[in-house]
């Protein structure tokens, strides 16, 4: 006799290990509102099922990468970007149909330079650089990764590493 809420998450606080699927409902609520969830823990829980359903083909890898472009951008937490945005690389790898893949990387290198350009110095920079370099498919793209690597553009308190250098160099 209750209102059906707008989102549940059985796991809530993660006290049972199972993998949830989120019903159609809740993942309105998530896809519009992850981003102003304050409990971490839940975030990463949810982007964590979000992205077992990609895996599980329940979630569209084109809809989640849609997700990360929108919304990962304003994470502020280190390991739950880093997670993400390594989850978005597999997903261009694996699961996005082989004659969209090079536009969706495009995108995401697009967002990813956007969060580049904006996060605070440290390690979501360095974070988001590399998912940069990750998702870099186009001539374009990888013209861009070389002016960064040759000083050519600077973003302020990013230091291109030898790692990436070589990531870089190898695109």
Request: with cysteine; glycine share 6%; aromatic share 8%.
């Amino acid at each position: 006799g209750l209102p059906r809420p707008d989102f549940v998450y059985p796991n809530y606080g993660d006290h049972g290990y199972c993998k949830v699927a989120i019903d159609e409902t809740s993942l309105r609520y998530i896809l519009a509102h992850i981003d102003r969830l304050t409990d971490t823990l839940l975030r990463l829980q949810l982007w964590s099922s979000l992205w077992n359903m990609v895996r599980d083909q329940q979630l569209s890898s084109l809809r989640y990468l849609d997700l990360v472009r929108a919304k990962a951008p304003a994470e502020h937490h280190p390991e739950l970007v880093e997670s993400v945005t390594a989850n978005a690389l597999a997903a261009l790898g694996r699961y996005v149909p082989e004659h969209l893949i090079e536009a969706e990387a495009h995108r995401f290198f697009e967002a990813a330079r956007r969060a580049l350009e904006s996060a605070p110095l440290g390690d979501l920079q360095k974070i988001w650089a590399r998912a940069l370099i990750g998702a870099a498919a186009t001539t374009d793209d990888v013209g861009e990764l070389a002016r960064l690597a040759d000083g050519v553009v600077v973003i302020p308190g990013l230091e291109i590493d030898q790692e990436m250098r070589w990531a870089i160099a190898a695109k």
